[in-house]
Nanobody, 125 residues
Framework: QVQLVESGGGLVQAGGSLRLSCAASGRTFSNHGMGWFRQAPGKEREFVAA????????YYADSVKGRFTISRDNAKNTVTLQMNSLKPEDTAVYYC??????????????????WGQGTQVTVSS
């Protein structure tokens, strides 16, 4: 089991940037695909970005492609989501996620084995 703690959320104006970090504990962190999901009020939790165990492959939702970048540092057990050119529609609680099994990329809810507690991102217009 991987335990996850997010940080870095906040309030930013449209067009601004935020950097989210996720600190993971557990010996098997480097074997797991990692990802970020978000949930806006009244909406279902949705996939944002994911990265494979080595960091060599990344995946993005169409809505954030070209604006967000996911990365990981296995030596530090961290995953980062750099968010640029933020829009009001990016407002949501953002959750760090670890895959439910080694070799799996967490791109849908059923592929997630562990969740962080979430961090609020608010983008004002």
């Amino acid at each position: 089991q991987v335990q996850l703690v997010e940080s870095g959320g906040g309030l930013v104006q449209a067009g601004g940037s935020l950097r989210l970090s996720c600190a993971a504990s557990g010996r098997t962190f480097s074997n797991h695909g990692m990802g970020w999901f978000r949930q806006a009020p009244g909406k279902e939790r949705e996939f944002v970005a994911a990265i494979n165990w080595s960091g060599s492959s990344t995946y993005y939702a169409d809505s954030v492609k070209g604006r967000f970048t996911i990365s990981r540092d296995n030596a530090k057990n961290t995953v980062t989501l750099q968010m640029n050119s933020l829009k009001p529609e990016d407002t949501a609680v953002y959750y760090c996620a670890a895959s439910r099994a080694q070799g799996v990329i967490p791109r849908s809810l059923v592929t997630v084995g562990s969740w962080g507690q979430g961090t609020q991102v608010t983008v004002s217009s």
